[in-house]
């Protein structure tokens, strides 16, 4: 019998992406990042979160997707990747929903742009509604933990 999982779904260039809930530590408006040098360009800098120095990344520069100016609606989604917490910033976080686990089909090669390492797979909700699910230790290579271990220290 498939388990059902709490999701946290999120809006990233028209698309509705998901993350398992306990992966997630919290999620927070857009506040005054750190700039870091030498780091990817994806990597927007650095927040300090309860005193917390917490490295942020943009999804949509990470995916190759077109960035767009923040909102009031854009937000920073803290997860625990690795045993390191990172930043994740998104148009908007819409929702908590369970997913059954017979939902979820493999992801093709491309999915909106993005390649099918970065997801966990697709899952169908309702008739006509898709939500793509995160791999998050795929978003994040070693390599790039690394450097963001660094940052932290």
């Known amino acids: 019998m498939a388990e059902d999982k709490k999701i946290i ?7 509705e992406y998901g993350v398992e809930v306990d992966k997630v530590k919290t999620i927070e408006r857009m506040q005054p990042m750190t700039r870091v040098p030498k780091t990817p360009a994806f990597v927007k800098g650095v927040i300090n979160l309860r005193g917390v120095v917490v490295p942020v990344i943009d999804l949509r520069s990470r995916f ?15 997860v625990a990747v690795n045993d390191l917490e ?3 910033i998104v148009d908007s976080a ?8 017979d939902n979820i089909e493999n992801p093709p090669e491309v999915v ?3 390649k099918a390492k970065y997801l966990h797979g697709i899952a169908k909700i309702g008739e006509d509604r898709l939500l793509v699910l995160m791999n998050l230790e795929q978003v994040l290579n070693r390599d790039e933990v690394i450097q963001l271990e ?3 220290a």
């Open 86 to 88: 990172v930043g994740l």
């Open 112 to 114: 909106g742009g993005i």
């Open 94 to 101: 819409n929702d908590v929903i369970d997913l059954n686990e």
């Open 64 to 78: 190759g997707l077109p960035e767009t100016p923040y909102s009031d609606n854009t937000r920073v989604i803290i």
């Open 9 to 15: 779904v999120f809006a990233l260039a028209h698309e």
């Open 150 to 152: 660094k940052i932290e």
